[in-house]
Each structure stands twice: as C-alpha cells, then as structure tokens.
Nanobody, 127 residues
Framework: QVHLVESGGGLVQPGGSLRLSCAAS????????ISWFRQAPGKEREGVSC????????YYADSVKGRFSISRDNVKSVVYLQMNSLEPEDTAVYYC????????????????????WGRGTLVTVSS
C-alpha cells in the first residue's frame, strides 16, 4: 500500500530551523518527483519545493529560496526539507506529495496535479 508520511514539524522561534521528512513506502521513490506544499490557515495550498528523480533537479518557491533546501535519500526512501531562517509567514501545515504514475515533474506546481499525499505536519513559527 502506498504511503507518504511527513514528520519533523513543531514550534520554532523566528530565525530557527526545522528539518521535515517525508517517508515513502509502497512505491519506487526514485521513479517519482516529490513536492512539498504548505497550507496556512485561510489560504490556498501552495508549492514550496520539489525534487526530481535521478537527475536531482530542484524547485523552490521565491518565498523560500535561499532558506529551504530539499534532498532525497532513495535508499531510505525519504525526502527531506531543511528549513532555515524560519519566519512567522512560514507557519502552515506542510505536505509532501507525488503522483502514482510518476508522470509529474517539478514544473508542476498545481496541487491538483498530484494524487498521492501525506497527512501533513504542522510548522508553527512564533516567539
């Protein structure tokens, strides 16, 4: 059975760091892009970052460039999102997502393009 499970969220002060993990099971992680999305209260879900398959291509939203870094470990079937210099505006539920057929790329920023989602992990940035 296919699963994506996020972890690593929590409460952090502005300027702090967190590392989110997305553990994948039930499918070949190396054959799929993995995207991170986030959704803040009252706002639409937005794409944050993405990592390609074996070529390692990455995408970052302008709002997180230079602060967030995405990586993957295909052996462990885990994708990481390292988040530094966190700001209150980063407060949201963070989700990882992919598509079951492995057809999507990191050019796909529309959440509707992805049909496999984790349940999310809450990140709260507050003093």
């Amino acid at each position: 059975q296919v699963h994506l499970v996020e972890s690593g969220g929590g409460l952090v002060q502005p300027g702090g760091s967190l590392r989110l993990s997305c553990a994948a099971s039930g499918f070949a992680l190396h054959a799929h892009v993995i995207s991170w999305f986030r959704q803040a209260p009252g706002k639409e879900r937005e794409g944050v970052s993405c990592i390609g398959m074996d070529d390692g291509r990455t995408y970052y939203a302008d709002s997180v460039k230079g602060r967030f870094s995405i990586s993957r470990d295909n052996v462990k079937s885990v994708v990481y999102l390292q988040m530094n210099s966190l700001e209150p505006e980063d407060t949201a539920v963070y989700y990882c997502a992919t598509d079951q057929w492995g057809l999507r790329s990191c050019s796909d920023h529309d959440p509707n393009a992805f049909d496999m989602w984790g349940r999310g992990t809450l990140v709260t940035v507050s003093s």
